[in-house]
């Protein structure tokens, strides 16, 4: 549950100038009988504000942002808290992530049976682990004093009723129920249906307001995957040895946010209470809602329920102040993944005017299509991938930049090339129109995401988490197009010398590896069909019944015929000026590998007219921009931007794909690319888990991920073979879908011989740029790989030099039947879903087995292709034999749990009765549904057939297509930490080479 930094962030930081924010007044309780006077709630709004936001503030302090957006009866909520790994005790790293994970386990009245019984048993383990924190030095009484807690807690469970939040939250229909923790805040996340809004409010009141830490030690000891994950990844640990170069005083850079190993081995329940009760108090707490709500009844139902808590003082943090950087720091990492550089830079905190002007350097240097390094680095191909991104913070912000080297590059080339580009920011060599194109560019990604719950919340609680107004934050965006290029030019030269850190990842054995040592730790009851008062209480209270609304293709889609082979599939944007055009054309790299080398060579390609880099700035300007994507069986080509240029970019387009001019170097350096990037592949555990192995055991040597021109072909390639097989692709049959605020046709007017119409329809748009010949040749005859039977009882392993093992369980299921999609979705719902599922609550809550742990019955995305049973366990390698034995055993055994089934179901349906299909995902669920041979939204059928079922139905399904069947296990981890006697037991163990599942 961590916060990584995000690559591309919207409006993160404020701005020197001020914005009044305009108050207003709202009566929203109705008059009691008695005649009371209704109670007013005051608000504040900010001028030009997109989204229309509310802020209120209750008399305890809490804030409450709320945006009305209509567009599905659902409410995207996030609760933030001010407060994150920076204000850790430095003797208690880790702290406030680990808080975060307890949040979720309830209070004295959520998640217990009888708290009276629970709560002294949860005193003695509190007070057992501040005695252990003291034992350091005394293996033998830790040993004694450890087991002592797992007994107590193993009592102690007894009253607990596991992941009751999340069972609360999955019977509303509730969806992605998350937190994340990083430098100055930790956010609980719900996207909830609006009819459940008083039970959210509630349950949210009441988590809150008490913390009790129960099941605190098997929590501990999934927080304890979490760093091993961690550990596995040469990222975390580079970005990690970055921060503390640059922070060596502040907790930026001395303490981390998962904490060290030391702090976390040695927890304090008491430390854990006591920063709740200092940062968990409304003063220091927003409730961030966007969907369908009403203003007047939320903030009623918020003071109902979050009114009467307490208000007090929050402790001030003090932050240290760092001496600069006066010459470049330089750091190694060593680890098994593909080497690369990382430097940075630390720069004011993001509530000043230089926290914007970091923003819009980095956009210059890397906006994705005309920055600096994507023109200068990446389509000049001058290394293999470079980008850049600000980590923006309250007292400091860092920018970074990152870069991967080519075959035989040296990391210190790529720094040195880097940082040529740095210098030309400097000397003001970049175009005066960039500025006001990524100004123009932000406006339109902005509003593209504003079609978006998540993040129209996301941007309220940045807005407080920066401790701006909200008034402010809106005004950011003007202030943002306000930047200069000589005020630019001025800020790099002042802050962009010699002040970095430069941390180079090594490829090699990391000589300080260390682990998380398990603990022994017995498994604490499920207490699957207990529930606590409370519970029973919150599902009681009133909620409105909403009816689902189901895609009709016929009525949602209007369809028109450009010409035979070439339909229009149309639907209307009433929301903005933005547009989305799909080119969809069925047939893929299975047909022919080299489709995924053609669509990859044409962003290094220009026209007659424009060079490649000249062509990608044309369309920056335009503010639209293009993508070509080859699948396995489907080419799919799209443009997106601002309506109004829909003409001149598609025109554009059309020129660079029917008159690509062919370039050898170009290719020349792709090929290189293309060969590097198939090295560092084999060094990605992911990769080699989840794409080579997995391909291997459906399919066997010869696979889709393997099916890829050989290296000897690559070398030989002519530009003009690709540019031949680029320009053959609007020959084929193929769709158009567009999504956009134009009609699908307008009648021209005619005065006299002159066409006035002043606006073109998307079919006549189509029909004069879309190049196509007079005649369209079908699709070439799909082409599949034949599909291994699996039958033998088979462990396929890879030798990986990590922390952790990761295993696949792998199970081949029938071919797709659309008539088995109702229970395999109720299944997943109640078996292998999200955290109140079985496998979920076993592995992780009970057993401590794993941070993450999944298992889905995976329906085939094509007509004739079958389903999969994919189960997934995370753990240290000397959990091993029982981690497999537990997912087998469920797997096996599903286990009876009335409650759970219940909640599935109504988390099924309550989120099919509230999701919307809307903007161009109606088109792109057409297309969908074509491939699986259906022509209506097949959620209907799972909607009504659900409702009915029991677990004897569940429990058929399961004993027909999943207990017993034949497994193919997959495991990635170190050959001196598997415990290969184990693996024997669940089938001939294989080692396979990286040769044998990529082959090359």
């Not at 999340?166 to 990083?182: E, F, Q, V, Y």
């Not at 609550?841 to 085939?860: G, P, T, V, W």
């Amino acid at each position: 549950m961590l916060l990584l930094p995000a690559l591309a962030a919207l409006a993160l930081t404020t701005q020197c100038q001020s914005s009044k924010p305009t108050a207003t007044a709202a009566i929203v309780a109705a008059p009691s009988a008695s005649a009371v006077a209704p109670k007013t709630y005051s608000y504040t709004t900010a001028p030009n504000d997109p989204l229309g936001v509310r802020v209120y503030t209750l008399s305890n302090g809490l804030t409450v942002y709320l945006s009305d957006y209509k567009s599905a009866p659902r409410i995207q909520t996030y609760v933030a808290v001010r407060a994150g790994s920076k204000n850790d005790p430095a003797t208690a790293t880790g702290l406030a992530h680990y808080l975060e994970h307890m949040v979720f386990k309830g209070t004295s009245h959520l998640g217990t049976k009888d708290y009276a019984k629970e709560k002294p048993e949860l005193d003695k383990i509190e007070a057992l682990y501040e005695v252990y924190r003291s034992q350091r030095n005394d293996p033998a009484a830790r040993k004694r004093t450890y087991h002592q807690i797992d007994s107590i807690s193993g009592v102690a469970a007894r009253y607990a009723v596991p992941n009751e939040y999340d069972k609360l939250m999955g019977s509303i229909g509730s969806k992605g129920s998350n937190a994340h923790t990083s430098n100055e805040e930790t956010v609980y996340q719900e996207d909830i249906p609006s009819n459940q809004l008083e039970k959210w409010t509630a349950v949210q009141a009441e988590r809150f307001k008490e913390l009790v830490p129960r099941l605190f030690h098997t929590e501990l000891e999934a927080v304890y995957e979490e760093k091993n994950r961690g550990l596995d990844s040469d990222f975390n640990k580079e970005f990690e040895a970055l921060n503390a170069s640059l922070y060596p005083t502040h907790p930026y850079g001395t303490q981390t946010t998962i904490g060290t190993i030391e702090h976390l081995q040695n927890p304090s329940v008491t430390e854990i209470k006591k920063y709740f009760n200092q940062y968990y108090v409304p003063g220091n707490v927003a409730l961030c809602l966007s969907g369908d709500l009403d203003f007047d009844q939320t903030i009623r139902l918020i003071d109902k329920y979050f009114g009467d808590w307490q208000a007090k003082p929050v402790p001030a943090f003090n932050p240290p102040v760092e001496q600069p950087v006066t010459a470049p720091i330089t750091k190694e990492v060593v680890g098994p993944q593909a080497e690369n550089v990382m430097l940075g830079y630390r720069l004011a905190g993001k509530a000043t005017r230089d926290g914007l002007r970091l923003r819009m350097l980095d956009k210059i240097l890397t906006n994705g299509q005309a920055g600096l390094f994507d023109l200068d680095l990446n389509q000049q191909q001058r290394v293999l991938q470079a980008q850049t991104f600000a980590d923006l913070n309250d007292d400091y912000s860092t920018h970074v930049l990152y870069g991967s080297p080519r075959q035989g590059q040296k990391l210190e080339e790529v720094q040195a090339l880097m940082l040529a580009e740095v210098a030309k920011v400097k000397r003001g060599d970049f175009p005066d129109w960039l500025i006001p194109a990524i100004v123009n560019n932000e406006t339109l990604q902005r509003t593209k995401s504003y079609e978006s719950n998540a993040a129209r919340a996301g941007a309220m609680y940045e807005s407080f988490i920066e401790r701006v107004s909200w008034a402010d934050y809106v005004q950011q965006n003007e202030d943002f197009a306000t930047i200069t290029k000589d005020e630019i030019v001025k800020f790099a030269n002042e802050h962009y010398g010699q002040n970095y850190v430069a941390v180079f990842k090594r490829t090699g054995e990391d000589p300080n590896k260390v682990k998380v040592v398990k603990p022994a730790i017995t498994p604490v009851p499920a207490n699957r069909d207990a529930a606590s008062a409370y519970y029973t209480e919150v599902s009681k209270l009133p909620a409105t019944d909403l009816a689902p609304v189901f895609v009709d293709y016929k009525k949602d889609i209007q369809t028109a015929q450009i010409k035979p082979g070439l339909p229009l599939y149309y639907t209307k944007n009433t929301e903005n000026g933005l547009f989305s055009l799909f080119f969809a054309i069925d047939l893929g790299t299975n047909n022919n590998p080299l489709l995924d080398v053609a669509t990859d060579y044409l962003q290094y390609l220009g026209t007659g007219q424009y060079s490649a880099a000249q062509l990608q700035q044309e369309f920056y300007k335009l503010g639209c921009s293009f993508a070509v994507s080859s699948g396995q069986d489907r080419v799919l080509i799209s443009l997106s931007g601002l309506d109004s240029n829909l003409e001149p970019a598609l025109k554009l387009f059309e020129q660079l794909l029917n008159n690509p001019r062919p370039d050898a170097s170009a290719l020349k350096n792709q090929v290189a690319g293309i060969l590097k990037q198939r090295q560092d592949a084999k060094l990605n555990k992911g990769v080699i888990l989840n794409a080579a192995m997995l391909n291997y055991a459906k399919y066997g040597p010869r696979n889709p991920f393997t099916d890829i021109v050989p290296e000897a072909q690559l070398k030989a390639l002519k530009p003009e073979q690709l540019t031949a097989l680029l320009k053959s692709l609007p020959t084929y049959q193929h769709r158009v879908l567009y999504y956009g605020p134009r009609p699908i046709s307008v009648e021209p007017k005619i005065v006299g011989s002159i066409n006035v119409s002043s606006e073109l329809g998307v079919a006549e748009v189509i029909q004069g740029f879309h190049k196509t010949p007079a005649t369209l040749k079908p699709d070439p005859a799909p082409k599949d790989f034949a599909e291994q039977p699996l039958r033998d009882k088979k462990v396929y392993w890879v030798d990986y030099d990590m922390v952790q093992a990761e295993i696949l369980f792998l199970t081949k299921g029938d071919v797709y039947d659309k008539g088995m999609v109702p229970a395999v979705s109720l299944y997943n719902e109640y078996f292998g879903g999200g955290m109140g599922s079985i496998v979920f609550q076993d592995l992780r809550e009970s057993k401590a087995l794993a941070y993450s742990a999944m298992s889905r019955y995976a329906n085939a995305d094509k007509t004739g292709r079958s389903n999969y049973i994919v189960s997934y366990i995370g753990t240290q390698s000397d959990k091993l034999p029982e981690a497999m034995s537990g997912m087998e055993a469920l797997l096996t055994d599903m286990p009876l749990a009335d409650a759970n089934l219940a909640i599935a179901k109504q988390s099924l349906r309550n989120s099919i009765a509230t999701d919307r299909i809307t903007h161009e995902g109606i088109l792109l669920s057409y297309e969908r549904a074509r491939r699986l041979g259906l022509d209506y939204d097949l959620r209907r059928d799972v909607y009504e057939q659900t409702q009915n079922m029991t677990f004897a139905d569940l429990q058929k399904f399961q004993q027909a297509k999943i207990k017993g069947q034949n497994q193919v296990i997959l495991v990635i981890g170190s050959k001196d930490r598997l415990n290969f006697k184990e693996l024997a037991k669940y089938g001939t163990v294989q080692q396979l080479t990286l040769k044998e599942i990529f082959g090359y």
